[in-house]
């Protein structure tokens, strides 16, 4: 009796240890989204009138305006996508993003990822002007979404985000040099998870340029779940 | 009659009492580690800002910074531990008395010697027990944590780096766990007596091997609050150059669990050349203490390879040194030949003294001699000579050297000639036996299961076009926890119940154990059972998430994985409860023939009150005609170097004796 | 030993365990060969290429060829405990087991037959490398044009996948290959080391940063595949994959053709 007891006790301790690791691990739910993600009224495409979604990112060359609170949170010098890095959308709605880009750039390692990809009408628009690629000597960031692995709609969409000159002044009231405003549109499937990244090395420091930042959730990385 | 050998012995009459060697303990070593840990980051700050414009980049920085403050914590721990007291004391001429021979070998101190530098083997087994038990238990933790993420295809209970982090710290967990898990505890605890020896060759290093173990794990798991270690546990470069400070800490805790293997293995192996007791010729030593000298001798040349390769990685990641960055000349591979040069030997490390522990009890359990020794120790020696020319099968893939894929191919499937020599030895000696289904039976049974899986399978790795389409999927995952697992965790397990009356003086319930028994083994086998269909899936290791066509191998995997918990926490919990209140131990309750049964319960400080001398092998079991009674222990002169074994007059009689015993045991 | 051989085996097939053990193991290869022809295959799924073919034959030749050595082993083990096991604990004045100290005859079947096993996997798996590195060279799928292979360059990124086709000047970040056309990977890694893997291809090379690797295979079954990555690399390894389309020729060309004028 006292074995079985000693026993159960024992499982359920370690149930207990697991499960409070567990608690302290896991991944938080994603943080509210403010104004990043809006739905505004349905939109005609040729799949039919599906939902339009609007959201609106921001790319900064530090952490200060993004989701790690005003004083940049535990590494401040990183670049980072903001407001927030995980995205929340309607299934089969058409997804319109603008990304306000701030930061320099120099040249893309694979020039693949200096042109649009799987945006609707493969284009994107660079300040109002609607292009399929920019300059691979200038880039500053990419916005690059692709499917988790599994049997969900798949999706695949880049768009590069061109460079602010190095020596743009910073604009008035402002932190940063008055950014180039990048705008393109895709559609979601059904509900599914996906995930994406910048896919210029824009990991200052650390080996191929992909770390720190890079490799850190919350900076240049995301998710984009689809309910 | 000391317990270290003459050398090291101090005649000089020494004040008896006192000295701050006396003082130090765990708690003084945590202190100063603690101490000399900010003193290390205070300088290594300061050192840096001072010359801001020779740091180039803020990761060097910060690398330096880490290493500097963990050696300082290294330092730190075993200063204040007492583990320099006795070259200190030598340096300032003041050397080790006999009496402080005696308070190191923690005479007449209760609980308390095993918190301090305590160089008795059998403190010192029992403080290797207890770490590798705490490090299976994180590492379990970890492993509940990774198959739960994994339970769907997509659960998102774990991030991505969490992930990545977790995996990289179970798989270092777990590898470091598994290779001090038999040759520390029973290595060190029952090999000296086995052999019939009074301690190790070199007591103090022994506690010194221990001690930088306890000092790696605060490094170790520093990871996890730096960035965690998102490369694995084979920390490939360049992903660890690039990763975040807790591949600092990887590499810190390689280069001190690498200095504790060596220190390790000198000493078991020394131990067990010199040492031996009268009349115990090579032909009459235990297979077990062939299987762990077999393994801390492979480890000599392995571990050195993996410390080159961290210290490499170091002066990459803190100097801005590219060793392994190729555009800066460097050459990933060199990480990856240096590392499989460590890796596969490894493998033998953990396998072999589990295999030879359950070669050991199976002669016991059958009562019978072990069959055919000179094939046993014949199929050690080839693995061990075997293992070093394999490393490059874990690199098929990699585009090295292509043209030699052939030939490690050829070394590698060579390897499974001695290993069936294990298993011919084993299944030889159960058969017609009479077989007494202990714990530690059933484990020689498990293994007999798990290790014929894992071996094939690892067959299968070995031929080269095959491994290109398996290599790097949970296939292989599920090999090697096969063998790793399922015949050196088994192993571990059979001979800790089999020791465990010796090493606590208690039983360990029997009950407990059989129900701990069924729920690892049903567990270990449904869970890698389905990985193994999962891995010919096509799905790739150290995945978060993974396509939906893996989600039933994945979920029976999670299932088992559970059940393994749960056994594991069964056994736990026998293992305490029994060692604190089971039934006592009688002397001998196995009825076995080596010299550790001849010693009481509790084993006194130095084991033997009169030295054995030994006349025959321990496998006399079954004795046809006229059954020879066990020799008594022979009194023998207290002041006898119990090195004589090799070098006593009886020499000559001991060489006619031994030759006509091996000559019955090639017949029958 | 060669005089009293035939006696001796009498004797050994007379006894009663050795004629049990026989059958257990007979039963036992049995099931085993019978699990090995069925099971690798249907988990390994479909074969898109010679490659997954011969990949698929060896698993299952190696599992046949092990089954009698697993075999073997279980039977002695299974039947020495239901035979001879002890009931209840060991006393001191119990019977010990038969003092058998080895038996040169067992121990050197055994050697010789792992040996031969092993020569006989050895030789198998040899072959099937040779085919392997040029399998446009294999007699058996050697159309004209099998010589003529497609070149891929595979370029692999923290985390994604892309194809160059130099011979098109077609870059793209799914794989499109035409059906019974032999096909070069050259791969590549613009950071960390990456493994190109094309699951029902079953080929797999890693992709080194500052390195060319080399992989080919020769695809002969339309459909759509996985290449995934299968060297941890970093954050988002887990997502690091895309799909490979294999075509016929005609519908190939007319792929390459759209994106040519895309790209431009």
Known sequence: MRRVAGCIGTVLAGALVVFGAGWLLHQRPAPAQGAAVVVRGTVSTPQGNLPHVLVHLATYPDSMAGEHGADGGAEPDWVSYGPTTDLSVPAHSLVTVTIDQYDGGEEITNHYFARVHGTVGGTETVNGKTVTGVNPKAIGHTFTLHAAPTDQSPIFVSAPLPAVPD????????????????????????????????????????????????????????????T | MSTVDTAETQRAAQPPAGGLMRRLNMGTGILAGIVFAFIGHWVATSMISANPDEAPSGVQVASQVHIITMAGWAIGFMAGLGAFAGPLRWVLGNDITHADEMFLAGKDQGVGRYFRFTTDHKVVGIQYLVLTMTMLGVGGTMAMLIRTNLITSNSGFLGPQTYNSLVGLHGLTMILATIIMVTGPFGNFIVPIMIGARDMAFPRLNALSLWLLVAMLPVLYSAAFMGGIPTGWTGYTPLADQGPGGVDAYLMAIILFAISTAVSGMNITTTVLSMRARGMTWNRIPIFVYGVVASVALAIPAFPMFMTAEVLLGVDRGLGGTFYVASGGGQPWLYQNLFWLMGHPEVYVIVLPAIAALMELTAVFARKPLFSFNAAVLSIAGIVGLSVMVWAHHMFTSGWATALNGSFMLTTELISIPTGGLFLVIVGTIWRGRIWTTLPMM????????????GVTGIYLSDVPLDYALHGSMFVTAHFHYTLMGAGLTGAIGALAYWFPKMTGRMLDKTLGFVSFWLVQIGFNVTFLGMFMVGMEGQPRRVVHYDSVFATGNFISTMGAYVIGVGMLVLLYAVVSSWRQGELAPMNPWGAKTLEWTVPNPIPLENFPVMPVVTEDAYGYGKPVVAQPEPEPVPVGANVDSGTGLHGDAVGEEVTRSSSSSADRGTT | MTTSGPPERTRLWSRRETREVFILWA???????????????????????????????????????????????????????????????????????????????????????????????????????????????????????????LVVDVTGEQWVWTFTYPQADVQTDQLYLPVNRAVVFKVTSDDVIHSFWVVQM???????????????????????????????????????????????????????????????
């Open chain 1, 167 to 226: 020596d743009a002044p910073l604009a008035p009231g402002s932190d940063y040099p008055k950014p180039n405003v990048v705008t393109f549109s895709f559609m979601t499937g059904s509900a599914g998870k996906y995930v994406w990244n910048c896919e210029f090395p824009c990991g200052d420091g650390y080996y191929a340029k992909f770390g720190g930042p890079m490799s850190t959730r919350g900076y240049m990385s995301g998710t984009l779940t689809v």
């Open chain 2, 443 to 454: 484990s020689t049974y498990a293994m007999l299961w798990n290790f014929i899986i894992g």
């Open chain 3, 27 to 149: 039963v036992l290869t049995v099931l085993l060969v019978i699990f090995s022809m069925t099971v690798p295959d249907a988990l390994m799924g479909v074969q898109a290429s010679n490659t997954m073919t011969a990949v698929e034959r060896t698993f299952t030749i190696l599992s046949v060829a092990a089954s009698p050595v697993a075999a073997l082993v279980w039977a002695i083990a299974l039947y020495s405990l239901v035979r001879w096991r002890r009931n209840g604990d060991w006393t001191p004045a119990d019977e010990d087991g038969a003092p058998i100290r080895g038996n040169r005859g067992a121990v050197a079947l055994w050697i010789g037959g792992s040996s031969a096993l092993c020569l006989f996997i050895l030789i198998l798996g040899l072959a099937a490398l040779q085919v392997a590195s040029s399998p446009s060279e294999n007699p058996r799928i050697a159309p004209a044009q099998a010589r003529n292979p």
């Open chain 3, 202 to 264: 079953g080929i797999k090379v890693d992709a080194n940063p500052g390195e060319t690797t080399t992989t080919q295979t020769y695809p002969n079954r339309i459909g759509v595949y996985d290449v995934r990555c299968a060297e941890l690399c970093g954050l988002l390894h887990a997502d690091m994959e895309t799909t490979a389309h294999v075509v016929k020729q005609p519908q190939f060309t007319a792929w390459l053709k759209a994106n040519q004028t895309r790209s431009k």
